[in-house]
């Protein structure tokens, strides 16, 4: 895209700052933000943990974020602003009384890992791809799905559309 997705407009907010009411909206525990330092962002009520150097995608970020917090992890991508409150709240509702995470999969796209419910048993998944500079954060997904931890779900027609990535400045409204 060449701009920074997270400062990107949607309905008259940045991205990250719409993605981010959507997950305190739910009332969290904690909230964090994992970002880069150079994106210079702040929220109230948030936690903002930086990205480790070396840009090797979402799953070192992710990682941190599970070790900073040692308890199951509501993930949500800036770049799916039609992901619903609603959505995530069936998420945690789904996942939580089984102790387990909770994953979409689609047939055309695979898992959605960065608007899955982590348990906190995910850590030495992670630990290990990020060791093994493993970064593919479908590898990772079904590890986590074979061990047990996740359960999968299908999005209904209805809710297919909500993961749709923000990928070019098309896509915006």
């Not at 990205?51 to 992710?62: K, M, R």
């Not at 789904?94 to 608007?115: H, T």
């Amino acid at each position: 895209m060449g701009r920074d997705k997270a400062w990107l407009d949607w309905g008259g907010s940045p991205l990250w700052s719409v993605q981010l009411e959507k997950l305190s909206s739910l009332k969290p525990a904690r909230l964090l933000i994992a970002c880069r330092e150079e994106q210079n962002i702040q929220a109230l009520g948030a936690e903002v943990l930086h990205d480790p150097p070396g840009n090797a995608g979402p799953l070192p970020p992710l990682l941190r974020c599970m070790e900073h917090v040692q308890m199951p992890l509501l993930a949500l991508a800036v770049d799916m602003p039609e992901i619903t409150p609603d959505l995530l709240c069936r998420m945690v509702a789904e996942g939580q009384p089984a102790k387990r995470g909770v994953i979409f999969r689609s047939e055309a796209y695979g898992y959605e890992p960065l608007a899955a419910l982590y348990p906190v048993e995910v850590l030495p998944l992670l630990r290990t791809a990020v060791q093994a500079h493993d970064f593919r954060l479908q590898n990772f997904a079904q590890a986590a799905v074979d061990a047990g931890l996740m359960l999968v779900r299908h999005p209904s027609h209805l809710e297919e559309g909500q993961f749709k990535n923000v990928n070019t400045p098309d896509d915006l409204p």
